[in-house]
């Protein structure tokens, strides 16, 4: 019985440290989230990441977006996700369907559609990847079309209806689906 409790509490503590630790930097400019206190990085914002009961049929790595719940649900399987804290679009900019990761970017560079700098003609043309830009630490690019699952430089926003249609979440946690999640996983936004 008691080898059966410390097994249970090993398995217990090795998935809470695969959830919670980040990965060593990637890249450059990582060390401006890594550079946070250890009582900051855990306590932050990503606090809102954690393994959730999930009963489904969508296979391991199939993302699952619920606009309605503002949580995105990586699916682990055996009935349980990874859900993360999002923002999503903004009334008139809200999108539901299916589709595939096709590209994933550290630090990526932005561009503004045509139909957003109509809209926000204040935007800049381009912007080069790194702390300031609103695409955040890192960006995984759904089909052709324009919106992207990727992290934020505003993390107050994250919880709030507030995009142009891209999903976001804090820098934290883009950096930990980016890391969990390949290239041809299905994303189901609902």
């Keep these: 019985m008691s080898l059966r ?8 503590v090795a998935l809470l440290a695969s959830v919670c ?7 450059p400019y990582d060390q401006y989230i890594r550079g946070r206190s250890f009582f900051g990085a855990m306590f932050g914002p990503s606090i809102a990441r954690m393994v959730v009961s999930y009963p489904t049929n969508q296979k391991t790595g199939t993302i699952v977006i619920s606009t309605a719940q503002r949580r995105l649900y990586l699916v682990l399987g055996n009935g349980q996700a990874l859900s993360y804290a999002i923002a999503v679009g903004a009334a008139g900019y809200a999108w539901s369907g299916v589709n595939q990761v096709t590209d994933k970017r550290e630090w990526p560079d932005w561009t503004p559609p045509g139909e957003m700098v109509q809209r926000r003609p204040d935007l800049p043309r381009h912007m080069a990847g790194g702390p300031d830009n609103p695409m955040g630490a ?3 690019y759904l089909g052709s ?6 992290g934020s430089n505003d993390p107050d926003k994250i919880g709030q209806a507030v995009s142009s249609g891209c999903i976001r979440l804090t820098n934290q946690d883009v950096i930990d689906l980016y890391n969990r999640v390949q290239i041809g996983a299905t994303v189901i936004v609902q």
């Design 138 to 140: 890192r960006a995984i």
């Design 5 to 12: 409790f410390l097994a249970g509490g090993a398995c217990a």
């Design 145 to 150: 079309s324009l919106y992207r699952i990727h």
């Design 21 to 27: 630790v980040m990965p060593a930097a990637a890249h």
